[in-house]
């Protein structure tokens, strides 16, 4: 009896370290909350196109860019861009949503 918990345990670890990866919805929804304002977000939009900020697809594009790289990058403060204090759930909807993005 011990020795099958001990087996179910055993086989049951990898399932539960498994990251959460990133809600492509919700990180649609905290794109066009929160970045819109200076990134395009998406082909058709909402955000500006401009080349003083690069979109989501540009982004996406870079070599490099992973979910989390991205994550990461999100939730550490830049002196270009303002810190929306994302959780770590928070970035890695963002980060999903970013990558989500056509090339």
Same mark, same amino acid.
């Given at each position: =009896?011990? *020795?099958?918990?001990?087996? =179910?345990?055993?086989?049951?670890?990898?399932?539960? &370290?498994? /990251? @959460?990866? !990133?809600?492509?919805?919700?990180?649609? *929804?905290?794109?066009?909350?929160?970045?819109?304002?200076?990134?395009?977000?998406?082909?058709?939009?909402?955000?500006?196109? $401009? #080349?003083?900020?690069?979109?989501? &697809? $540009?982004? &996406? !594009? @870079? /070599? !490099?860019? +992973?979910?989390?790289?991205?994550? $990461?990058?999100?939730? +550490? /403060?830049?002196?270009? =861009?303002?810190?929306?204090?994302? $959780?770590?759930?928070?970035? @890695? #909807?963002?980060?999903?949503?970013?990558?989500?993005? /056509? *090339?």
């Amino acid at each position: =009896m011990l *020795r099958s918990l001990c087996v =179910m345990l055993v086989m049951a670890a990898p399932a539960m &370290a498994q /990251p @959460r990866t !990133g809600d492509v919805e919700e990180g649609r *929804r905290l794109a066009e909350q929160w970045c819109a304002n200076c990134h395009r977000v998406a082909p058709s939009g909402p955000g500006p196109v $401009t #080349d003083a900020v690069p979109s989501f &697809a $540009t982004i &996406a !594009g @870079r /070599p !490099g860019r +992973t979910p989390d790289w991205l994550s $990461t990058f999100l939730r +550490t /403060p830049h002196s270009t =861009m303002p810190d929306p204090g994302l $959780t770590l759930d928070q970035s @890695r #909807d963002l980060a999903a949503y970013i990558l989500s993005q /056509p *090339r």
